[in-house]
């Protein structure tokens, strides 16, 4: 009993690190500061099919220079971790808290663009709590399951967003410039993704022999 118990000590604490890099921080702030490119493209693109496209080449190189990096900077220093079963539940869990975002926010996008002209402009104001609301829930998931307590302000950082950049447009008439309400968190997101990432190779020199933690059981 004891013996697994300082295992799951370990393994928390290497799971801790792997999200200690602030890289993903860092993918997360851009992932924000990206999110008006969509309507930068309806000019670009007038299909909509080639702005699909052009989006996910846009995001998938995000996601791949991410999954490099951390591969070129993480692994060198830390080693590679195989998670336990229950941490597999954990990291399966949120995976599917994220994929129900993800169609949630293509249902309320669709929704948003099928009623845009029809006048149900009160129903089009709840939007942006919907949105609020489903990134509390999902960032919050991530940051109780991944061990990573920073992740439950990021939640507000990204809901926000939608109610300051729709809200006063429809209640009151006032174009919030999306600049600034895109901009203002993703650079406090990429802020602290920055400076955990030069904390974590001033402290994590890279290693010369080979670490791995399996806390598969």
Same mark, same amino acid.
């Given at each position: 009993?004891?013996?697994?118990?300082?295992?799951?000590?370990?393994?928390?604490?290497?799971?801790?690190?792997?999200?200690?890099?602030?890289?993903?921080?860092?993918? #997360?702030?851009?992932?924000?500061?990206?999110?008006?490119?969509?309507?930068?493209?309806?000019?670009?693109?007038?299909?909509?099919?080639?702005?699909?496209?052009? #989006?996910?080449?846009?995001?998938?190189?995000?996601?791949?220079?991410?999954?490099?990096? $951390?591969?070129? +900077?993480?692994?060198?220093?830390?080693?590679?971790?195989?998670?336990?079963?229950?941490? $597999? /539940?954990?990291?399966?869990?949120? /995976?599917?808290?994220l994929a &129900?975002?993800?169609?949630? =926010?293509?249902? !309320?996008? =669709?929704?948003?663009?099928?009623?845009?002209?029809?006048?149900?402009?009160?129903?089009?104001?709840?939007i942006p #709590?919907?949105?609020?609301?489903?990134? !509390?829930?999902?960032?919050?998931?991530?940051?109780?399951?991944?061990?990573?307590?920073?992740?439950?302000?990021?939640?507000?950082?990204?809901?926000?967003?939608? &109610?300051?950049?729709?809200?006063?447009?429809?209640?009151?008439?006032?174009?919030?410039?999306?600049?600034?309400? +895109?901009?203002?968190?993703?650079?406090?997101?990429?802020? !602290?993704?920055?400076?955990?990432? !030069?904390?974590?190779?001033?402290?994590?020199?890279?290693?010369?022999?080979?670490?791995?933690?399996?806390?598969?059981?």
């Open positions: 009993m004891h013996a697994d118990t300082d295992l799951e000590r370990l393994e928390k604490e290497a799971w801790r690190k792997f999200y200690d890099d602030g890289l993903f921080d860092i993918f #997360l702030g851009l992932m924000l500061a990206m999110m008006p490119l969509g309507l930068l493209l309806d000019g670009w693109f007038p299909e909509p099919l080639s702005r699909m496209l052009a #989006l996910l080449v846009v995001y998938g190189s995000l996601v791949g220079a991410f999954t490099l990096l $951390r591969h070129r +900077f993480v692994k060198p220093r830390i080693g590679t971790i195989k998670p336990s079963k229950a941490r $597999r /539940r954990k990291v399966n869990a949120t /995976r599917l808290a &129900i975002s993800v169609l949630l =926010g293509v249902i !309320v996008l =669709g929704v948003t663009v099928a009623l845009r002209g029809t006048g149900n402009a009160s129903f089009l104001n709840f #709590l919907l949105f609020f609301a489903n990134a !509390v829930v999902v960032f919050s998931t991530m940051a109780y399951f991944l061990d990573v307590p920073r992740f439950h302000a990021y939640g507000p950082a990204f809901g926000l967003t939608g &109610i300051v950049l729709i809200l006063p447009r429809t209640l009151w008439g006032i174009e919030v410039p999306e600049l600034l309400v +895109f901009g203002m968190p993703a650079l406090a997101i990429i802020t !602290v993704g920055a400076y955990k990432l !030069v904390r974590f190779l001033r402290e994590y020199p890279v290693r010369t022999d080979e670490v791995s933690l399996d806390g598969a059981r």
